[in-house]
């Protein structure tokens, strides 16, 4: 038994320690595990008692408790269960059932190697530090990413880095692509986008604004002074601000609530709204670009088409993650025949940790 709680220990030390996007949480946790793993293994090696029931009982406590703390650690868990176990999501009652673990597996090793004396010294000794690390690990994990706010409208970061795919598709053919990627700092902003398909004539378009001033060239071109394109929330915006801008027109009260996710090491709330072909457009350049818009048109007229958008907001609310599908007839969107027609746009959003340089350009 001894044997048994010695490599579990070092197991779970393990998988804390490599998991992805590993914090404060998971490494003090793991500095806890190598206590009773390498009282464990000297036990089990040479012990100075002999074996009794009460040690027998006391290790199939501890290697139930240990097993309880096991929940914490996705790539054991997920594999097994089927289901995404959030990152940073330490409960008080996991955190308990870790101490306990790490006290009774202490207590057990300690009788087997010296008696009760020493068994009561080093499980008090290590009680404290496993109190410690426990502490230690819940604020790590409130830090890295407590559970967002529900589905309320999100808030844009103050800076972004943010990327578009947006594909459409006939009869689930692929009919044309589109990109655009760039950085925004407030209202500042600097993208690059690209057009190509069936459907679509091959552009490529960079746009910059700062403090109110706009400039767009097609292609290699020479920089030309334009208005920004208007949002459907009567403001300017192009990038993630744009999204926000449509969610926070939309009656969120209906939206549905999808649960939390461990997405790129962080933990996001992910939510789901109902909404037409129109709205999807609004939302998104590059799915205006795909039904023929110009390169700063705000979108077509795609009322009668259906379909859902999920976003994904961060501890914050901030919005960081946003896909959205809409299907209608394809004359709607391209005068072609067919049976039904698609858009689909992905949306990532990244927030660096200083702000970038947006610059006017020269001309």
């Known amino acids: ?154 808030q844009p970061a103050r800076q972004a880095q943010v990327s578009i795919e947006a594909r459409a598709h006939l009869d689930g053919r692929s009919l044309a692509s589109a990109t655009l990627g760039g950085e925004r700092v407030g209202r500042d902003e600097h993208w690059r986008g690209q057009q190509a398909g069936q459907a679509v004539r091959s552009l490529a378009s960079e746009f910059v604004r700062v403090t109110g001033s706009a400039w767009l060239r097609l292609r290699d071109g020479s920089w030309q002074a334009v208005r920004p394109p208007a949002d459907p929330a009567g403001g300017d915006a192009t990038l993630d601000s744009r999204v926000v801008a449509v969610l926070r027109n939309r009656q969120l009260a209906t939206a549905e609530d999808l649960g939390v996710e461990r997405v790129g090491g962080l933990v996001m709330r992910r939510c789901r ?56 007839h394809p004359a709607d969107a391209w005068q072609r025949s067919g049976l039904e027609g698609q858009l689909t746009a992905v949306m990532s959003v990244e927030v660096p940790p200083t702000p970038p340089r947006i610059e006017e350009p020269l001309p």
């Open 1 to 154: 038994m001894q044997g048994l709680l010695a490599v579990s220990w070092a197991t779970l030390g393990l998988a804390l320690t490599f998991r992805p996007a590993a914090g404060v949480a998971e490494l003090a946790l793991a500095l806890g595990a190598l206590l009773p793993a390498g009282l464990s293994a000297a036990a089990a090696v040479r012990p100075r008692q002999p074996f009794a029931w009460r040690a027998a009982w006391l290790n199939l406590l501890s290697l139930i408790a240990l097993l309880l703390t096991f929940s914490m650690v996705p790539p054991l868990v997920e594999p097994i269960s089927g289901t995404s176990v959030v990152a940073g999501s330490l409960s008080p009652a996991l955190a308990y059932g870790y101490l306990a673990a790490l006290v009774i597996s202490t207590l057990c090793a300690g009788y087997l190697l010296g008696g009760l004396r020493r068994a009561a010294v080093s499980s008090s000794a290590v009680a404290g530090l496993g109190g410690l690390l426990a502490g230690l690990a819940l604020a790590g994990s409130a830090g890295q990413g407590g559970v967002p706010a529900g589905c309320v409208a999100p």
């Open 273 to 328: 709204i109902a909404l037409d072909g129109t709205t999807a457009v609004q939302a998104f350049l590059p799915l205006a670009w795909l039904i023929g818009g110009d390169v700063l048109s705000a979108g077509g007229m795609l009322d009668i088409w259906r379909g859902e958008l999920d976003w994904w907001t961060d501890q914050n609310g901030q919005l960081r993650r946003v896909e959205v599908l809409v299907a209608g």
